[in-house]
């Protein structure tokens, strides 16, 4: 008599495979996968590949409101997410977010918590997809909210002794033009 119960070939699959496999998938998918079964609960903790990207979490053309606390939940799981990271090392880190300027200490302390997981490749990105449609009172207005509010960008940096690749996209730096003159 066959059994009602075959079980699968993943099924037999050791962790450390599924753990890879996972590591393949877009974050929301390898996080979804917890719930397949009780054996895969914490899986998705140990992936060796991160990406966090905003537009999974913010849609752009909502009102400001909405985006702010989109943009928080985003951020917020983001930090929760890592603190309850298991893995021993993380292989790559794929980052995106808009608007960096309010979330500086959970920026520092995603690129801390990759740091001493002695991570290869990091990317960081603060372009926005809604800046290749410049408007130029936008733009300036942005422009003065970041001449405002300083972003020690070395922080991000100091810690990544272990890093074979670093890409670095779209973000304003402050300039006193006047050392120039």
Known sequence: MVSRRKSDLVSNLPDCLLVTIISL????QSVQT????RRWKNLCLETTNLVFKESEFVNLSTDTETIKSKRSL??????????????????????????PVSFEKAIVSLTEFAASKQIKNITIDFSSPASRKIDVIEHLVTLMHYQNTEFDITRIFFNLIHVRNLTICSFLIQVDWSLYR
């Open 74 to 99: 985003f951020v917020s799981t983001m930090c929760q997410w890592i603190s309850s990271f298991t893995g021993e090392v993380i292989e790559s880190l794929e980052f995106s977010l808009s608007e």
């Open 34 to 37: 917890s719930i397949l079964a």
């Open 25 to 28: 998938l877009p974050f929301k």
